[in-house]
């Protein structure tokens, strides 16, 4: 009996882990991505709902381009393919976000500073 309490605290304790985890990183990255919009000329957020939201879509993008290609989205963190897929990343949330616009060459300044921002915020490392 005792071994079941055990077995059912650490599926709640990974439970809430995970979705530690999961706020830990909309946080953060809403945090990066407020700070990145504010520093690239040609990049704009309009309200806190927006930003939220394309926290949320960058994310799931990440996530998504992490699941099927085993890639990092991150400018630091896989060389020149990782900065890649942050400049498409940052320019492609604009689709399905409004209220937040992005040029190519903003998408490019973004994503350094993005990942400048990123690697100074403590946390995770993706390296």
């Known amino acids: 009996?005792?071994?079941?309490?055990?077995?059912?605290?650490?599926?709640?304790n990974s439970t809430m882990?995970?979705?530690g985890?999961?706020?830990?990183?909309?946080?953060?990255?809403?945090?990066?991505?407020?700070i990145t919009a504010f520093f690239t000329p040609g990049f704009t957020i309009n309200n806190i709902w927006s930003l939220a939201l394309a926290a949320i879509v960058l994310t799931i993008i990440d996530y998504l381009i992490t699941k099927f290609t085993g890639l990092h989205a991150s400018p630091?963190?896989?060389g020149f393919v990782g900065f890649v897929l942050a400049v498409v990343?940052?320019?492609v949330t604009q689709y399905f976000v409004a209220g937040y616009s992005?040029?190519?060459?903003?998408a490019i300044i973004g994503a350094?500073?993005?990942?400048?921002?990123?690697?100074l915020i403590p946390g995770?490392?993706?390296m």
Not at 1 to 11: C, G, H, K, S, Y
Not at 102 to 106: N, T, Y
Not at 112 to 119: A, E, W
């Open 17 to 19: 882990g995970t979705v």
């Open 124 to 126: 995770e490392q993706q």
């Open 112 to 119: 350094v500073i993005y990942g400048i921002v990123d690697y």
């Open 76 to 78: 630091f963190g896989k």
């Open 1 to 12: 009996m005792a071994n079941n309490t055990e077995n059912v605290n650490e599926n709640n």
């Open 21 to 34: 985890q999961i706020v830990g990183r909309f946080i953060a990255a809403a945090i990066v991505l407020a």
């Open 89 to 91: 990343t940052l320019y």
């Open 102 to 106: 992005i040029s190519w060459v903003a």
